[in-house]
């Protein structure tokens, strides 16, 4: 048997081994907290109707109703897994193996570490300069692959990379794009959110939904916190279920105020350990906002359950904000 030469490749993949976690913030002591006095699931007719109460800002008691197709509303992301490190190398290692051996290169080798926590691509010691070089082109040749196969993995799988600015990277839900998927099954709710606002201004509808998804009890997973998509639950799911973390719930705001709102620019701001919201709306007095490519947004965190209007944030994430420990996506 053939000696492999010292030269290898460890594909354990940006963020493939480093993921990062969501724990909420601890904000400082909150003058109030949202409030959900009421949720309700029904069934009936292959519809679901759910209802919401909650307490608004001033005390007044509101409530929020509306019906969906129960197959059409729970079919998108039925099958959403959290990330899983050993499973994508996994998949990886299968889909960099067939690739070799359809080329029928002899001189390459991949191989995953016996914890599956790292894809190795190795060459053969060759018996010519000529042959050894060709042994090195393909093994660019499968690390291009390689890197190709990856992206595809979290594109279909609804993953996305996040570098934050101290060096920390990882992998994340790709909650835009979730946002994106679900935002049709959300336009009964949106017709509800209309039919109690009316014609009223951009701030009003992005503090109505912010406190509505405020109410939405916090789903921190704690016994699971070994990657940040742990507990993450898509926007149709996170209603349905009537809960989700930070991440989660970022999404689903996104999706209803972009469904309402289309105009506007909107983002999310991602810290080590918690995502907040940005729109582009008119700057009020003492509002927190982050310019962003040209582009001034007011920011709201919507993870609940402190009530925090948009342009107001805890000292703990305006600090974060203020130090520049954030990474911004584009939510449209």
């Known amino acids: 048997m053939k000696k492999l030469s010292d030269e290898r490749t460890y594909l354990s993949a940006w963020g493939a081994v480093i993921v990062l976690s969501t724990v909420l913030l601890v904000s400082s002591v909150p003058k109030a907290f949202a409030q959900q006095t009421a949720f309700e699931k029904t069934s009936r007719d292959g519809d679901i109707l759910l209802s919401y109460q909650w307490n608004l800002p001033n005390g007044k008691l509101t409530q929020l109703s509306f019906s969906v197709n129960q197959r059409d509303f729970l079919k998108p992301f039925a099958t959403f897994r959290s990330y899983d490190r050993k499973r994508a190398l996994r998949e990886l290692n299968y889909q960099v193996n067939q690739y070799i051996q359809r080329q029928r290169w002899y001189g390459v080798e991949a191989t995953l570490s016996p914890r599956q926590e790292k894809l190795t691509l190795s060459i053969r010691k060759a018996r010519t300069e000529p042959l050894q070089q060709r042994y090195q082109q393909q093994l660019r040749k499968v690390q291009q692959f390689f890197n190709q196969q990856w992206q595809d993995y979290l594109s279909a799988n609804y993953y996305r990379k996040l570098s934050l600015p101290l060096g920390e990277t990882g992998i994340v839900p790709d909650a835009v794009t979730i946002a994106e998927k679900t935002q049709s099954l959300l336009r009964t709710l949106v017709v509800a959110i209309g039919n109690e606002l009316k014609d009223n201004s951009r701030r009003s509808y992005t503090n109505y939904v912010g406190h509505f998804v405020q109410s939405i009890p916090y ?107 954030y990474t911004v996506i584009k939510g449209n």
Not at 262 to 276: G, N
Not at 290 to 312: C, I, K, S, W, Y
């Open 219 to 325: 789903d921190s997973l704690s016994s699971k916190l070994s990657s940040r998509g742990d507990g993450f639950t898509p926007p149709n799911y996170l209603l349905l279920n009537n809960r989700g973390d930070c991440d989660s719930k970022v999404s689903l705001t996104l999706a209803l105020l972009k469904e309402i709102i289309p105009e506007a620019r909107m983002i999310i701001v991602y810290f080590p350990k918690h995502a907040i919201f940005g729109i582009q709306m008119a700057k009020q007095a003492n509002d927190i906002t982050l310019m962003h490519n040209g582009t001034e947004f007011v920011l709201m965190d919507v993870a609940g359950p402190a009530v925090l209007p948009a342009g107001q944030l805890s000292s703990d994430v305006q600090f974060l904000v203020n130090t520049g420990q």
